[in-house]
């Protein structure tokens, strides 16, 4: 059964500052990767998709790799602002049904001004 | 807009009384599907639908109903709600099941069952 983790749960830090957010699943046979941002009372908004035989994809100050291999994903942000404040969460689709996501519980993220 | 609406987007009920949440997307989506999400568990995937009258259990499919008899709406239903079906729901739909179609979210219904 695919489990997927996020380290840290929660993270505050400076504005400007670069970060990385993790993400690691258990099975290495997925479909795709995706990273998501949620912000409270609302939906999830889709950030990066990398799909598996992909290593990275990039979005304006967003990076996200993958290395299907160690079951890992990390989503990389740049310069780091206060709108950046929201909840990152990580998900993956399985072979069998590609959307069927399996999400990460996420990393709640605060930049301080 | 593009987008997926969820109605309504706060309910109360109690125990046993039947209830629908809506969900719609005007994309021309195929793919859509119903979430719900807990402290500590994440999102859970509850159905699934690929097409008009496809559906698929999720992870989480006790005490949920769906049907898929138009391609714009997908509603979930609980024929007897319990507590523990207390949660936020939302539905998401995407193109189709490429590996390149990422998939978009309703705003979430927040639901309390007493």
């Known amino acids: 059964k695919q489990e997927v983790t996020q380290i840290p749960a929660a993270l505050s830090v400076p504005e400007g500052e670069n970060l990385v957010l993790n993400c690691s699943f258990t099975?290495?046979?997925?479909?795709?990767l995706q990273w998501f941002r949620q912000d409270p009372g609302k939906g999830l908004t889709s950030l990066l998709l990398i799909q598996s035989s992909q290593r990275e994809q990039t979005s304006g100050r967003l990076n996200a790799s993958l290395d299907k291999s160690s079951g890992r994903s990390t989503l990389y942000i740049a310069a780091s602002q206060p709108g950046d404040s929201a909840t990152y969460l990580c998900a993956v689709s399985r072979i069998q049904g590609a959307q069927k996501l399996v999400f990460g519980q996420g990393t709640r993220l605060t930049i301080n001004p | 807009e593009a987008q997926v609406t969820q109605n309504p987007r706060y309910l109360i009920t109690v125990t046993g009384k039947k209830l629908t949440v809506t969900c719609s997307q005007n994309?021309?989506?195929?793919?859509m599907s119903w979430y719900r999400q807990d402290p500590g568990l994440g999102l859970r995937q509850i159905y699934y639908s690929m097409n008009v009258e496809v559906t698929d259990k999720g992870d989480v499919p006790e005490g949920y109903k769906v049907s898929r008899k138009e391609k714009r709406n997908f509603p979930l239903i609980l024929e007897s709600p319990s507590p523990n079906q207390t949660s936020l729901y939302f539905c998401?739909?995407?193109?189709?099941?490429?590996?390149?179609?990422?998939?978009?979210f309703g705003p979430g219904t927040r639901l309390l069952v007493l």
């Open positions: 998401a739909s995407s193109p189709g099941t490429g590996r390149q179609e990422t998939q978009y």
């Open positions: 099975d290495s046979a997925i479909y795709n």
């Open positions: 994309m021309n989506h195929e793919y």
